[in-house]
């Protein structure tokens, strides 16, 4: 007998499969989220998504909740807005690295200074994705990318500091890390404040593949090798995953 | 009914706790700032000092979705931070009252002037076509009274609609009556009752659909016959008839107060709906030879008019922020001569 899959009431199954390229870390972080809210057992309604654009950004139309398509980078200060407005919802925000740390950075400062109590989750596949694949504010030193043809020279932005500098629950994953993840996104969730959940992700088509990786699959096993899980400290290292409250 | 003094900004935040308004988000900037100033003292109103104009519209965007009566106000620099969200709450039908309470630009310009240069940024500042309600008081008692039938009109025809006043109307103080007048209330559901999904892409049904022309040829229409019903419960214009004259000044906010010392000598009309433009104009210009618009900009509403109207108009334009009569007598003679 196969498993019901129940987590699937959260998304509007009409609109799947959803349009990511096959081996995108999207679809995984959508199932993360969607099994992080059936465990809390969120009412659909009363929980909201936001999303700004992106690959990333199409996230929140594939919920079967009330969604917020956002301009790019303002999925923060609409979120905000929905949850001061009405303190009963629970409001959730699901976007890019570059949506969330370049051009809404500035939101992102003043969201976790005001520690407005929604949780926010990145998905950071460190470029952008939907226009091509241009190196992003998480790019790493020294990676190519479409704007980056001899390897990026740029510090890739602090987010672990910016969210702990505010006090704020701050998390790191990575889509290889499933269970660490969820358990990221369920912790996130039940957090009273701002709480922000940074999960590594693969996008194949337009930055693996162009830093020599031959599928998505050797993506996930790069985070495999790369990022180890700290349980214990109130700094990770830049290799190290866990949670920061 | 209370008579009170008030400044124009002061109405503007008063008039919109009367009319409805739970949500107030907002960055300081000359001379829009009073409004900000007399909403945090409201305890009715949740009221949010954002990071910048383009966090502002955004928080009231989610507020409003959310089922809460949203308004920001900024001056020019602000209004031009706002605009892509102007476009997007268009897209996405989101009630909200934009004041823009102008100053003499472009840039930083002359931030304590008066001035009436973003009147075509408030038709024309997004990308793509959309079709806003506008309007444009010139008194105290009337950015009061439209205060509230920016929010109704708001309501109405869900979408961002834009109070504009100036340096000067913003500043100046008059004695006013508090009326209560109607409200329109809410008819959007509030976020968490159901399962829509608002976005700025071209949508159907609140899903994305970006490849199809006639989906996107089908919104835009609705989106246009949709203003143009809810702004003609807005017809509002004043009109001064002079037999006498074969002159019709077109002149509005700040500096159509001066024009009324004009009305012995020239016939005289003031939108006050600057968008979309009240039609009645079109009936009212064929009695006179001659239409004169004056404007403190290059000519920004004289362009729209002599589109509409397919007849040469004549422009006095009022720059920097300086309203003299002797100037606006002098420009006038010589277009009285010029005849
Ligand atoms: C104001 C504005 N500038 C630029 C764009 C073009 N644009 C769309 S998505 C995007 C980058 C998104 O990157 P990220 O947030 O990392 O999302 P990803 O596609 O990687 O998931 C850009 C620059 C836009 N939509 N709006
Ligand atoms: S381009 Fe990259 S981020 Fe976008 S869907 Fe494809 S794999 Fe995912
Ligand atoms: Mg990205």
């Not at chain 1, 009409?14 to 349009?19: A, E, F, G, K």
């Not at chain 1, 979120?79 to 009963?88: D, M, R, S, Y």
């Not at chain 1, 969820?182 to 088509?205: D, N, P, R, W, Y």
Request: proline share 4%; net charge neutral; with cysteine.
């Amino acid at each position: 007998m196969t498993k019901e899959l129940t987590y699937l009431k959260y998304l509007k199954q009409d609109r799947l499969p959803h349009q990511w390229c096959p081996g995108c870390g999207n679809g995984i972080v959508l199932k993360l989220a969607c099994l992080a809210m059936e465990k809390l057992n969120f009412p659909k309604k009363g929980t909201v998504m936001v999303s700004g654009i992106g690959c990333s950004g199409r996230s929140a139309g594939f919920f079967d909740l009330d969604s917020v398509h956002t301009a790019h980078g303002r999925a923060l200060p609409v979120a905000e807005g929905i949850k001061l407005a009405n303190e009963e919802l629970n409001v959730m925000v699901i976007s890019g690295d570059g949506d969330l740390f370049g051009i809404g950075g500035n939101h992102l400062l003043h969201a976790s200074r005001r520690n407005t109590d929604i949780t926010v989750i990145c998905i950071s596949n460190a470029i952008y994705g939907m226009t091509g694949g241009q190196c992003s504010p998480t790019t790493e030193i020294s990676s190519k990318t479409l704007t980056t043809p001899r390897g990026n020279v740029d510090t890739p932005v602090n987010v672990q500091a910016l969210i702990t500098g505010h006090n704020c629950f701050y998390a790191r994953s990575t889509t290889f890390h499933f269970n660490h993840a969820m358990k990221c996104i369920f912790e996130a969730l039940q957090h009273k404040g701002f709480s922000f959940v940074e999960i590594k992700s693969q996008c194949i088509t337009n930055d693996g593949r162009r830093r020599g990786f031959k599928n998505s699959y050797e993506m996930l096993m790069s985070y495999k090798e790369n990022y180890k899980i700290n349980n214990n400290t109130n700094a990770l290292e830049h290799n190290e995953i866990g949670i920061i409250k | 009914m209370t008579k009170r003094l008030l400044q124009g900004n002061q109405a503007i935040a008063l008039a919109a706790v009367k009319a409805g308004l739970n949500f107030f988000a907002g960055y300081p900037i000359t001379p829009a700032s009073e409004i900000l100033h007399e909403l945090v003292n409201q305890e009715t109103i949740k009221v949010l000092q954002m990071e910048d104009e383009i966090a502002s519209i955004n928080a009231i965007l989610g507020a409003s979705l959310a089922g809460a009566k949203s308004m920001t106000a900024t001056s020019g620099p602000g209004f031009s931070l706002m605009q892509e969200s102007i476009g997007h709450a268009h897209m996405m039908e989101v009630p909200l009252v934009i004041v823009n309470v102008q100053r003499v630009g472009p840039s930083t310009g002359m931030p304590t002037f008066p001035a009436q240069g973003d009147i075509l940024q408030c038709k024309y500042g997004s990308h793509g076509d959309y079709f806003p309600i506008v309007f444009y008081p010139n008194s105290v008692a009337e950015l009061y009274e439209f205060t509230f039938n920016a929010f109704n009109a708001a309501e109405e025809s869900l979408s961002p609609v834009i109070l504009l006043s100036d340096g000067y109307v913003g500043h100046l103080y008059e004695t006013i009556e508090e009326v209560d007048y109607p409200i329109s209330e809410r008819t959007l559901a509030p976020l968490g009752t159901s399962n829509r999904h608002f976005t700025g892409l071209t949508h159907e049904d609140s899903m994305p659909v970006t490849s199809d022309p006639e989906v996107h040829r089908k919104l835009i229409k609705h989106l246009e016959a949709k203003q143009k019903k809810v702004s003609r419960k807005y017809n509002n214009y004043e009109y001064i008839e002079n037999k006498s004259s074969d002159i019709l000044l077109i002149t509005y906010g700040a500096l159509s107060r001066a024009a009324y010392d004009l009305k012995e000598d020239f016939a005289i009309y003031r939108p006050v709906r600057m968008f979309p433009i009240v039609e009645k104009i079109k009936e009212i210009a064929k009695k006179y030879k001659e239409i004169v618009v004056m404007e403190m900009n290059a000519g920004q509403y004289a362009n729209e008019v002599e589109r509409l109207l397919h007849r040469e108009v004549k422009l006095i334009s009022i720059m920097g922020g300086k309203i003299d009569l002797n100037e606006i007598w002098t420009k006038l003679r010589r277009i009285k001569k010029g005849k």
